[in-house]
């Protein structure tokens, strides 16, 4: 149970990843990723990597720089263009539902303005899903320089888009609908050097 900890990402940059093991029979139409993520990097790093053989970036939460977020989806990407604030944890959930391509993107809690992705997309089931380093391949094909290093927390994948009300809980930790992953019963494995340590603050 990982409820009130974190993984710390030590090094920069850095070689290490956690593997994710999600309850996942059949492809996905509409889909949440949300985590919490503490870092002082200003280089371009990746939270959340979900690859299929055919797809390497099938769905990919990006850091280019402090001031953006790139949400991919079967390897096309949308940008969200958010203020550059004081260091300190920052909570981001994205969604996508395939039937009108909308993808939401929330920062803090805040809804941006929603953008269009991939109309009538399907996500591919079998995936390596990594924390703290992108796929150029299936599991693999690391970049050092795109690494993750810092503290990262409350990683969900749901097959539903949140509702608002449900995207405001998952900022504020409160009681969620049941997810593909989940962080208080998370099934995972870290590689490298990662450790979890409980959270210095709320």
Known sequence: DLYRKVFVFRKDPSDAYVVLRPRLEQPLHNFTVCLRSYTDLSRPHS???????????????????????RFYVGGKFVTFRVPEGPRDWEHVCAS????TGIAEFWLNGKPWPRKGLQ????????AAILLGQEQDSFGGGFDLYNSFSGEM??????????????MRAAFL???????????????????????VKPRLRE
């Not at 939270?47 to 977020?69: C, G, H, M, R, V």
């Not at 109309?119 to 079998?126: D, H, K, L, N, S």
Request: net charge negative.
């Open 119 to 126: 109309r009538g997309y399907t996500v591919g089931a079998t």
């Open 173 to 195: 930790s409160l009681r969620l609908p049941p997810a593909l992953l989940a962080w208080k019963s998370l099934s995972y494995e870290v590689k490298g050097d990662v450790v």
């Open 47 to 69: 939270l959340f990597s979900y690859a299929t053989k055919a797809q390497d970036n099938e769905i990919l939460l990006f850091k280019p720089k402090p001031e953006e977020y």
């Open 153 to 166: 927390t409350d990683v969900y994948l749901w097959d539903t888009g949140l509702s608002p009300d449900k």
């Open 96 to 99: 996508w539902e395939s039937a």
